[in-house]
């Protein structure tokens, strides 16, 4: 993402893209955060505390998408949500990873 390479899982139950505040810091180029009231939720019904949203420069398989990330304030790994699974944009390329480093 922007340069850099952040690992991530595809998670067939999120309804959002979720990067983690550390790996946002770490990227070059800061994009704006956007302020919202977004309430996002574990599949647990833990509260995940959202810092707001962001458009990043996706690249998979040489291939580069703009995706919008909720931006969380939590130590786990980033996600890309079901919607990329079967996306006819993204299509084929995810399918069948789990993680992948770009």
Known sequence: MEDVIIPYKLDTGSQMDILPLKDYENIRAKKRIIKNSVKLEAY???????????????????????????????????????????????????????????
């Open 44 to 102: 647990n019904n833990q509260s995940i505390p959202c810092v707001g949203m962001t458009r990043l420069s996706l690249t998979l398989k040489h291939k580069t998408y703009k995706v919008m990330f909720a931006v969380v304030d939590t130590d786990n790994i980033a996600l890309l949500g079901k919607k990329h699974l079967y996306s006819p944009r993204i299509g084929e390329t995810n399918r069948c990873y789990k993680q992948s480093r770009n």
